[in-house]
C-alpha cells in the first residue's frame, strides 16, 4: 500500500492574469498556452480551478496535500500580488490539503524580496516558483542577491521552474523540421529542462551557493538532466572559478529534484546511485501531467525493488515535509 503522496509542481491560472487589461501580459502569458489548451481537453478548467474539481483530481491521483504554483509566465508586481492573495484564499479553504508557493516579479529583484516575504509572513506560503529566465535574462547577477539573500533568510526553497524561449533563444530550436517540432524542442520536448540545468550551474559557476550557503533550490524532472551528468560536471567544474564549496558539495546540501512529469525507472535507477535520498521528492506537473499517472508510476516503483518502505516514503511524502515544514493528511 502507497504511503500519502506530496506533490509540489502543481500549477494554477489566477484571475488576475486571465482578467488583465494588460495586453502585454495577456500575449506574454496567456498566449503561449493556447497550444496545449487546444492539446488538453479540460486543461484550462483545470488550470482555473482551485476547488473541487481540483481535489476531486487529486483524489484520483491518491494525493495528500498539493502546492500550488503559478503556471509559468512572469506577471508585474501587482498581478503576483493579485494572484497569491487568490491562491492564499484557496489555501486557506483547503488547509489540510493545499499549500502555497509564491509566484514573484521575476524581472524586479528587490520586489520579488518583498512579495516573497509578503507571502510567507503573511500568507504562510511555503517558498516560490519562478521561470528559469527572464526575456533570456538569467539569475546569476549581483542584482539577483536581494532576492537569493531574502530566500535564505526566510528559509524557504526556490523551485526553478521551465519556461518558454526568449526571442534571441529561438533560433536554436527551428530547423529543417516542422513547426510543432520547433515548439517541441524549445519547451517541454528538450529546451526546458536544458534551460534549468543551464541556470542552475550559471548560480554555481557565479559564486550564488558561496554566497549563500543556506540557499534551497529544487528542480524538476528528474534533475533536469543534471543527474546523468553529475560526475563530468563534478569533474569541469573546477576549471570555473574559485568556488569555495565544490559542485558535489552544492548538489548534495543545496539543491532538491523532484520526480515531477517523468514516468519511467530508468532515471530512478540513476539518481538513487548519485543523489541523496531525501532530496528526491515526488511531484506530478498537475494539470500538464495526470495524478494517475505519477500514481501508476509510484505503484511501479513501489513494486520494482529499487526502494525500501522507508526510501519510499520519504520519497512520497517525508522529505517534502521536511524541507516545506508541510504534513500530509493522513
Known amino acids: 500500500m502507497l504511503p500519502p503522496l506530496i506533490t509540489l509542481e502543481e500549477h494554477f491560472f489566477s484571475a488576475a492574469v486571465l482578467n488583465s487589461a494588460d495586453d502585454q501580459a495577456q500575449n506574454g502569458i496567456v498566449d503561449k498556452y493556447i497550444e496545449q489548451f487546444k492539446a488538453i481537453p479540460g486543461i484550462e478548467n483545470q488550470l482555473k480551478d482551485l476547488g473541487q474539481r481540483r481535489l476531486s483530481d487529486m483524489d ?5 496535500l498539493q502546492v500550488i504554483s503559478h503556471a509559468p509566465g512572469a506577471p508585474s508586481p501587482a498581478l503576483c500580488k493579485n494572484a497569491n492573495d487568490q491562491l492564499a484564499a484557496a489555501v486557506q479553504k483547503n488547509k489540510e490539503r493545499f499549500a502555497g508557493f509564491a509566484v ?39 542584482e539577483y542577491d536581494v532576492m537569493w539573500q531574502k530566500f535564505e533568510e526566510l528559509d524557504v526553497p526556490c523551485y526553478i521552474h521551465p519556461s518558454w524561449p526568449s526571442d534571441d533563444m529561438l533560433p536554436r530550436y527551428t530547423g529543417n523540421f516542422t513547426g510543432g517540432a520547433a515548439r517541441s524542442l524549445g519547451a517541454s520536448g528538450w529546451g526546458w529542462h536544458n534551460e534549468v540545468a543551464l541556470h542552475t550551474l550559471r548560480l554555481y559557476a557565479s559564486g550564488v551557493f558561496d554566497k549563500f550557503p543556506k540557499l534551497k533550490i529544487i528542480i524538476g524532472h528528474f534533475g533536469e538532466m543534471i ?7 563534478a569533474k569541469l567544474s573546477v576549471r570555473w572559478g574559485d568556488q569555495q564549496r565544490k559542485w558535489q558539495q552544492v548538489w548534495d546540501e543545496n539543491i532538491w529534484i523532484t520526480t515531477s512529469g517523468v514516468w519511467s525507472l530508468d532515471p530512478m535507477r540513476t539518481i538513487l546511485a548519485n543523489t541523496k535520498i531525501d532530496h528526491i521528492l515526488y511531484s506530478v506537473d498537475y494539470p500538464f501531467e495526470q495524478n494517475e499517472n505519477g500514481l501508476k508510476w509510484m505503484e511501479e516503483l513501489e513494486q520494482s525493488g529499487l526502494v525500501s518502505r522507508e526510501q519510499l516514503e520519504m520519497i512520497a511524502y517525508r522529505n517534502s515535509e521536511k524541507l516545506l515544514r508541510v504534513k500530509a493528511p493522513q
Not at 60 to 64: M, N
Open 60 to 64: 484520483k491521483g491518491k494525493v495528500s
Open 227 to 233: 543527474p546523468f551528468m553529475l560526475a563530468r560536471i
Open 104 to 142: 514573484l516579479p521575476i524581472a524586479e529583484p528587490g520586489e520579488c524580496a518583498r512579495e516573497l516575504e509578503r507571502t510567507v509572513q503573511q500568507h504562510g506560503f511555503v517558498g516560490a516558483l519562478v521561470d528559469c529566465h527572464d526575456n533570456g535574462k538569467y539569475f546569476d547577477g549581483d
